[in-house]
């Protein structure tokens, strides 16, 4: 059975820096899209970047220029890094990899970043 472990979450000042880490088993990493997405209470999750098994990706234009993602696939774990925080990404935040049909598979739990002075 697939699981996606979520970490690197937590409460960080406007400005900070955090990495979240993404640790996949009981799947085939390699060959997929994988995103992250994020959620808030009451509203729908939402895409905030993605990286194809050739590394090209794409970003929310909400965290373009502040979010990187990567992965590395000899450790079957996608990142997030993410730079000069606003308290609007504060969020729950999954990762999820792309079916052929275009739909995200989520498996875990979520890492929760909140962004306050």
């Known amino acids: 059975q697939a699981q996606f472990v979520e970490s690197g979450g937590g409460l960080v000042q406007p400005g900070g820096s955090l990495r979240l880490s993404c640790t996949v088993s009981?799947?085939?990493?390699?060959?997929k899209t994988w995103g992250w997405h994020r959620q808030v209470p009451g509203k729908q999750r939402e895409l905030v970047?993605?990286?194809?098994?050739?590394?090209?990706?794409n970003f929310a234009d909400s965290v373009k220029g502040r979010f990187t993602i990567s992965r590395d696939n000899a450790k079957k774990t996608l990142y997030l890094q993410m730079n000069s925080l606003k308290p609007e990404d504060t969020a729950v935040y999954y990762c999820?990899?792309?079916?052929?049909?275009?739909?995200?598979?989520?498996w875990g739990q979520g890492t929760q970043v909140t962004v306050s002075s």
């Open positions: 970047a993605s990286i194809s098994s050739g590394e090209l990706t």
């Open positions: 999820a990899y792309q079916a052929h049909s275009g739909s995200w598979n989520y």
């Open positions: 009981g799947i085939i990493f390699e060959s």
